[in-house]
């Protein structure tokens, strides 16, 4: 079992609300608990919404809650009723589940049989909630905070990975179709947690203006990073849509297409490298000459190879060539992109570990 952040945080904010409830006396610190399980967020800024949402969903449902219980009592068809106009209000003002649930349980808790007096049973039932969501922000805030930047570029970078080797493996015919298409399933689950990794950062406040811009830029960048490797990920598609039909291509053009994609790899990657500050900034040519990949030409050798045949299913080639266009069109973006970025920001190379 692995224990993630946000499981550590509401299990602390849970003990620190029973905690401080107990310790002042409230008569239901249960409902704190309660409360920080529906509180706690996955990030700073939105926990800080929540927070706010919290208090005023929280309030509407205390206020029609005392109302009901003053003009109607407390039958529990006046407590349906109670909860209907709470669901009703807070829907209204569009707000979220979490937001919504923990209301109608403020209801239901205030609407309770007690031998109390009233307005001292409903305050202090009414405290403990609002002791939960102070406790799950508090929690939220100070331990652990998350760093969406790192987990952002390192979920990339071994998405980016795992294409680019499964690239090169397809391409030679080698890979084994029932394992790529298992691995073409987790890749399209990994580039969703990819998405929603990136709208968490993206919802990070900065507050210092140096920082800001910087933040902006990073957030364009990894925009089209995010973008590259899903056309990347297309080429693959296509590829392992095309594995039987590939022997159609004559051998001397499956040459040329394997060295052209493999140039492609290589510049994909290269951007990544330096982007981590693994690649020096004026280096020589080494071993090898860098050549950078004409997929333009490609594609146009493609076009005229096929028009000079009669194959019928030669038009299915069309959408390799036009994912292969558009992967390298991605690729010169974001090579300009992150040129951009460095000028800027020569010493600021993104991490993939946690510190």
Request: glycine share 4%; hydrophobic share 45%.
């Amino acid at each position: 079992m692995k224990l993630g952040a946000r499981m550590m945080k509401t299990g602390l904010a849970v003990a620190i609300a029973l905690y401080i409830g107990n310790l002042f006396g409230f008569i239901s610190p249960l409902l704190a608990a309660i409360a920080v399980v529906f509180s706690i967020q996955p990030s700073i800024y939105r926990s800080y919404q929540s927070i706010i949402e919290q208090l005023q969903g929280n309030t509407i449902g205390a206020l029609i809650a005392v109302v009901a219980v003053f003009t109607l009592g407390n039958d529990p068809f006046v407590v349906g009723f109670a909860i209907i106009l709470v669901i009703g209000f807070t829907t209204t003002l569009k707000m979220n589940e979490n937001t919504v649930a923990l209301a109608v349980v403020a209801v239901i808790a205030l609407m309770d049989s007690t031998d109390q007096t009233f307005m001292y049973f409903a305050s202090s039932r009414f405290s403990s909630m609002i002791l939960g969501i102070l406790a799950a922000f508090i929690v939220n805030l100070v331990f652990l905070p998350p760093r969406y930047e790192t987990r952002l570029f390192k979920k990339i970078d071994l998405a980016t990975t795992d294409i680019l080797q499964w690239l090169r493996v397809t391409t030679r015919q080698l890979s084994d179709e029932p394992a790529l298409k298992y691995e073409i399933v987790r890749i399209q689950d990994d580039l969703r947690w990819t998405d929603h990794t990136y709208l968490l950062y993206s919802e990070e406040r900065t507050y210092l203006k140096g920082r800001r811009f910087s933040k902006g830029r990073k957030l364009v960048l990894f925009r089209q990073l995010i973008t590259t490797t899903k056309k990347s990920f297309d080429v693959l598609k296509a590829f392992y849509r095309l594995d039987h039909k590939i022997e159609q291509i004559p051998e001397d053009f499956q040459d040329a297409l394997v060295h052209e994609l493999d140039k492609l790899i290589n510049a994909h990657e290269k951007l990544v490298l330096s982007l981590k500050g693994r690649i020096k900034r004026t280096h020589k040519q080494g071993l090898r000459q860098i050549e950078e990949p004409d997929i333009p030409l490609l594609v146009e050798r493609l076009m005229h190879v096929y028009e000079k045949t009669n194959n019928p299913d030669k038009l299915v080639f069309l959408p390799l060539a036009s994912q292969l266009m558009e992967y390298h069109y991605q690729l010169e973006k974001l090579k300009r992109l992150l040129k951009s970025y460095q000028s800027h920001h020569p010493n600021d190379y993104i991490q993939t570990t946690e510190k």
